[in-house]
């Protein structure tokens, strides 16, 4: 068990979010972790196209922050490479050719506090996360929640770290989802792409459940309902629900933490894979994240369930209950 291990809210505070009919959970009580050792440590885990990118670069503003970004998903993707239904060869062959077509950008990019790509394994990563840093005030990592799923004795075990969630209404994610992936892919390619069928590197369909196992896994844990945000509501409502927030995980808040410098300098600060992170911001994946200077609000509602193409229709219905679990339990405005 890793009760000790994962707090739900933070030490110095006595808000917790409970469960909706007022009843208490297995092993609710006093809060672990409450002579805190070193800096505070929080996850936000997260769902592709969730708007986390964009709430990381507002967290990297934050006074005396160290942001991890993904390093459980890189650990991934490198993984990917040694999975005996993988076709290692060509999948080594397509990261060799990315990275010599990159090679240039690469060359003038400063690294900052960035990783070699290869570093990244889920056991070096625990190591990494668990690490003393008593220069920082707070140690923010944000990541995939289907990452994780399988690896859960990879994360940290020797620091206390509170968990927390970002989620999305999934009409407007995988609409989003699939525009990233098919900005990849030839004109030709297009019309078939299907986001089930043609994604080999994500579990497109079961991104909202790997995320709702793990968010199920940390209440049985620690007795508690993590802290879990809605990214379209948070970009609706930036000044309503990030003071919430930051409450919640015993930050003090700042009203600058509103706006932020729209420059991409701060992504240096980062401690991810150098070389993945140069990709995502000039291939479209975090590009406008990258760039942004404040919550962006929503252009316009949900679409229709009879509106959305098949392959995104499915994977809406599949993640709807889900979605609509941890939704119930989200911080409300």
């Not at 670069?57 to 390093?71: A, G």
């Not at 991934?76 to 040694?82: A, D, I, R």
């Not at 010599?100 to 790509?117: F, S, V």
């Not at 030839?186 to 994604?199: G, K, P, S, Y």
Request: glycine residues 4%; proline residues 7%.
């Amino acid at each position: 068990m890793m009760t000790s291990l994962i707090q739900s809210t933070p030490s110095n505070t006595t808000t917790t979010t409970q469960p909706a009919d007022g009843s208490s959970l297995p092993g609710s009580g006093p809060q672990p972790g409450t002579r805190r050792d070193g800096p505070r440590r929080v996850f936000l885990w997260s769902i592709p196209r969730s708007r986390s990118t964009v709430f990381v670069k507002c967290m990297s503003f934050v006074e005396n922050v160290q942001v991890w970004y993904e390093p459980y998903l890189y650990s991934y993707h490198n993984e990917l490479l040694t999975h005996p239904d993988s076709d290692r060869e060509q999948m080594e062959r397509e990261a060799h050719e990315g990275l010599e077509r990159m090679r240039p950008i690469l060359e003038e990019t400063p690294q900052g506090r960035a990783h070699h790509w290869r570093q990244f394994r889920y056991d070096w990563v625990k190591g990494q996360l668990e690490a003393d840093e008593r220069d920082k005030d707070l140690i923010f990592v944000k990541d995939s929640a289907f990452a994780i799923d399988g690896h859960y004795r990879s994360l940290p075990s020797k620091k206390a770290f509170q968990y927390t969630f970002i989620i999305r209404d999934p009409r407007n994610m995988y609409l989003s989802y699939k525009q990233a992936f098919m900005n990849e892919v030839t004109e030709v390619e297009r019309a078939a792409f299907n986001i089930v069928n043609d994604v080999d590197v994500y579990p497109s369909d079961e991104l909202y459940k790997k995320s709702y196992k793990l968010w199920k896994f940390v209440i049985e844990e620690t007795g508690r309902y993590p802290v879990v945000i809605d990214g379209d509501e948070l970009a609706t409502y930036p000044d309503i629900l990030l003071p919430k927030y930051f409450q919640m995980i015993g930050v003090p808040f700042k009203e600058r933490y509103l706006r932020w410098d729209g420059q991409h300098d701060v992504i240096k600060t980062w401690k991810t894979s150098y070389e993945a992170i140069v990709a995502c911001r000039l291939n479209g994946w975090i590009t406008k994240a990258a760039y942004s200077s404040a919550f962006k609000q929503p252009a316009k509602p949900p679409p229709n369930l009879d509106e959305l193409p098949d392959d995104i229709r499915y994977c809406v219905e599949v993640a709807m209950p889900y979605y609509t679990a941890m939704h119930k339990h989200r911080l409300k405005v």
